[in-house]
């Protein structure tokens, strides 16, 4: 028995042995098991990170084309999300931006079983661009045309840095050159002693890059959308007998009898009279020059006649003054008005002679105005509106200051006149002739929205100017002199055309026309895109857009400076004579098709071109 207890004891102490080493390894396994289940989480967490710092990047970098922001963003959405920023790797894949995210998960339970103390748990996300795009520095979209692009004579097309695509043959000849990155097309030929510096590719099947963008589809829809042209509500006017002549000195005003209405509301002191306060109705009414009138509070005065003033002033900060007919005007003087509430002229008033001055104040000529040779005229702010056309004719000069400003007809500047209005909103209509503005002396707006119901024209050496804002027009464009286009967008229901020898020059503006683009003369056009989509209107990277199929052409002598895309997807362009297209940032033509012939050339050098967006989100692709 002895021998059986031992063998007994002896198998016990065996089972015990495996017994421990078996609690062992479902020990390990248990560690094991929850490890991977903590690493599991981890990479889950990391993964809902790396996205949302992918889309983040991906959304910045498609706002500003800045690969530094893009990756501050990532690591901001990183640390934002309990990990740190140095957990995060960005990168710049062609398919987009990617984020990764690498952290340790720390080794408890499964220590037993390896002598690791973490290991690392990685997960990424990439995220594509969406819409934002740089379309080739040169991008010919007819896949039908015998040639999509043709370079001829002693032209060129430099586009050092970006492509130059076809989806129609490309065609060199004479002693002219191609230079650029790449070089696509379905068939590219060179002839005579031309040249194409680059990579040249065969095949092409590029779509527009624009066909989707939503704010450029927008501007197209608002063409032709010009605000109704309201004039203010005409005073009533109440028939009467009653006249108002002041005296022209202290001694016929004391003589005047006491039920005179001069004497009855009105008081003299030195070369003013001060009336009281009130609404007058006055049939003629009479002011001796170098006499002032100035009603005092709140006053209306309602002239059914005539106003005979000339070199007088009326005034009155708060005074209304309505006259049922134009006022008369002389070489030597005409009425002076102060700062007032209002003035309503009921008829066409022709200005002659200089210094007449209208002060602050809203301001109506009902049958509009003339400013006839070396006359002048200044109107002070408020807001201003002319029921007939405004004529500055000879050496004439218009001044208007700030405010909004409503003319139901043209505006016509001729000789060496100038017109100039300050800063506002303009609603101009047209003459009988359909014509808003018709310039051949000089024109100015300050910043405001521009609306015009016809076309707009200038000639000569003079200048048009236009300031920031939505410009809309409904009818062609032609400036045949210098100028400058304020910032903001152009909506043009009708063709551009420059055609002059002086510059024309803007920067942060879009143009969008029904029609052609057409440029020529000795000078050219200096025009920059916006580089983001602005509140005036200005798309971001667009800087001419037309969906016309009828042909554009740059022509004449002229050097043109330009920034952002020219697309013109159904339009035929030349480029002719000695006309060229240079760059002042980064350009892209975006056509139907090119033609560049005679000793012109395109030229966009050392650069990409600018990026435009698209409608398309940027989305997980990765």
């Not at 509500?233 to 002041?246: L, V």
């Not at 020898?501 to 895109?529: C, E, P």
């Not at 052409?553 to 035929?572: C, E, R």
Request: glycine share 14%.
């Amino acid at each position: 028995m002895g021998l059986v207890k031992r063998l007994f004891a002896a198998e016990r102490g065996s089972i015990l042995v495996m017994a421990a080493f078996a609690l062992t390894t479902v020990m390990g396994m248990s560690g094991l098991a929850v490890e991977v289940g903590t690493g599991y989480s981890a990479k889950i967490r990391n993964q809902r990170v790396a996205d949302m710092a992918a889309l983040g990047a991906a959304a910045a970098y498609q706002l500003n084309s800045s690969s530094a922001q893009a990756t501050q963003t990532a690591k901001d959405i990183v640390s934002a999300s309990g990990l740190s920023a140095s957990n995060a790797t960005v990168s710049f894949p062609a398919s987009g931006i990617k984020v990764q995210i690498t952290t340790p998960v720390q080794v408890r339970l499964a220590s037993m079983v390896t002598h690791s103390a973490s290991y690392n748990v990685t997960s990424s996300g990439t995220a594509s661009l969406g819409g934002s795009v740089s379309p080739a520095c040169v991008l010919a979209l007819s896949g039908s045309a015998s040639q999509g692009i043709a370079v001829t004579g002693n032209s060129q097309i430099t586009a050092t840095g970006c492509a130059v695509t076809s989806n129609s043959p490309i065609e060199v000849q004479g002693s002219s050159d191609i230079t650029a990155s790449t070089i696509t097309g379905p068939s590219i030929s060179t002839q005579g002693s031309s040249t194409i510096h680059g990579t040249q590719t065969t095949g092409s099947t590029a779509t527009d890059p624009l066909a989707t963008n939503a704010s450029l589809a927008a501007a197209f829809a608002q063409l032709g959308a010009t605000p109704t042209l309201t004039m203010p509500t005409a005073p009533t006017f109440t028939s009467t007998t009653t006249n108002w002549s002041f005296p022209s000195s202290s001694s016929a005003f004391t003589a005047l009898v006491a039920t005179d209405p001069v004497k009855a509301n009105c008081t003299l002191s030195g070369s003013t009279y001060t009336c009281n306060q009130g609404t007058y109705n006055i049939n003629n009414l009479t002011v001796p020059s170098g006499i002032t009138v100035s009603f005092s509070g709140t006053s209306t005065v309602y002239v059914y006649g005539t106003l005979s003033a000339n070199g007088a002033t009326l005034a009155g900060a708060q005074t209304t003054y309505n006259l049922r007919n134009a006022f008369s005007t002389g070489w030597g003087s005409s009425p002076t008005f102060g700062n007032i509430a209002g003035l309503y002229v009921g008829g066409a008033v022709t200005y002659q002679g200089s210094g007449n001055t209208i002060g602050s104040g809203n301001v109506t000529f009902a049958g509009g105005v003339t400013i006839s040779g070396a006359s002048s005229l200044t109107i002070g702010a408020g807001a201003h509106a002319f029921g007939g056309d405004i004529t500055v004719t000879g050496s004439g000069t218009l001044t208007v200051g700030a405010g909004s400003l409503i003319v139901n007809g043209g505006i016509s500047v001729g000789g060496s006149a100038t017109a100039t209005f300050g800063d506002g909103t303009y609603n101009i209509g047209h003459d009988g002739s359909g014509n808003a503005l018709s310039i051949n002396g000089s024109i100015s707006f300050g910043d405001g929205d521009f609306s015009a119901d016809g076309n707009i024209s200038t000639q000569g050496g003079t200048d048009i100017d236009f300031g920031a804002g939505t410009h809309r027009i409904d009818g062609n464009l032609s400036i045949g002199s210098g100028g400058t286009l304020g910032a903001g967008l152009y909506l043009i229901d009708g063709n551009f055309d420059k055609n002059a020898h002086n510059t024309v020059s803007g920067s942060n503006l879009t143009i969008v026309t029904t029609g052609t683009f057409t440029t020529g003369g000795s000078s050219g056009l200096v025009l920059t895109a916006a580089s983001a989509d602005t509140s005036s209107g200005a798309i971001g990277g667009i800087l001419f857009a037309s969906k016309t199929s009828s042909a554009s052409s740059i022509g004449g002598s002229a050097s043109n400076t330009f920034g952002g895309v020219i697309y013109l997807p159904n339009s035929d362009l030349s480029v002719s004579g000695a006309g060229s297209v240079a760059s002042s940032t980064c350009f892209s033509l975006v056509v139907k098709t090119l033609a560049v012939t005679g000793s012109g050339g395109v030229t966009d050098t050392s650069c990409t071109p600018p990026k435009i967006n698209s409608a398309t989100p940027v989305v997980l692709i990765q």
